[in-house]
């Protein structure tokens, strides 16, 4: 660092300034919004509980068994349960379907990963990808976190369902206030919007969650292609109102 600061000049983007000294940008505020269970919200609370303790005996079990990419799984479930009902039950689909379909078999290139691959720096792969990226690597593996772990995940499922079934989620109830609130605050009915969210899943729960409120959406991601990215975009600067990438 020390060699470097000479050479090296930092502008943080809230004293960037023009020409005439005025700010470059407008002032950003960051808050964390607090999302309340309410009474109807009962069902996402259990299944937030019973995946937390999936989890919790799932991942303590590939530690002592040295079954690193499961433990990297069943982290991302709990990432999963936490942005939406929509993801945490496709995600339970798909490794229903991969533990049925293997019964103790791991893929190849998983397997290669836990016995070393070619040296111990095979698992940073793991650590560079995305939430999104590193599920669907993951999700390739056949190999248990727990006894009985397929109709542990059956189990989960079915509450999965039930909760989505039941209505909104709490995140996204909350979301649709805040857009509100924001658009009164603005005094502008067509204020413009940028969501953020960590799986396609939650993305496409977003996007037809606010559809059916009237807001016109686009999204944006990593599969979709250069030409894709930059139709999004110009949508989103000309004619839709909320862009979830």
């Not at 964390?32 to 019973?50: I, K």
Request: aromatic residues 6%.
């Amino acid at each position: 660092r020390d060699r470097v600061a000479p050479y090296v000049i930092r502008t943080e983007k809230r004293k960037a300034i023009d020409a005439d000294g005025k700010p470059l940008f407008k002032p950003r505020r960051t808050q964390m919004a607090p999302v309340a269970w309410e009474s109807r919200h009962q069902l996402q609370q259990l299944l937030y509980e019973a995946v937390t303790d999936y989890v919790r005996e799932g991942y303590n079990q590939a530690l002592r068994e040295k079954k690193r990419h499961i433990g990297f799984l069943m982290i991302l479930m709990q990432r999963l349960v936490v942005s939406s009902t929509r993801a945490i039950r496709t995600t339970l689909e798909r490794r229903l379907a991969a533990l049925k379909e293997g019964e103790q078999q791991a893929s190849l290139r998983l397997v290669e990963l836990e016995n070393g691959g070619d040296g111990p720096d095979h698992f940073d792969e793991l650590y560079e990808m995305d939430g999104q990226e590193l599920l669907d690597e993951l999700l390739k593996s056949h190999v248990s976190a727990l006894q009985s772990e397929g109709s542990h995940v059956a189990t989960l499922l079915e509450a999965a369902v039930r909760c989505e079934q039941a209505g909104p989620d709490a995140k996204a109830e909350a979301l649709i206030e805040w857009i509100y609130k924001l658009q009164a605050e603005e005094n502008e009915p067509d204020l413009k919007v940028l969501i953020f969210t960590e799986f396609v899943p939650t993305q496409q729960m977003l996007k037809g969650f606010l559809e059916d409120r009237g807001i016109s959406v686009v999204t944006l991601n990593g599969a979709m292609s250069m030409e894709e990215l930059g139709t999004a975009q110009d949508a989103f600067r000309k004619t839709h109102r909320v862009l979830v990438s």
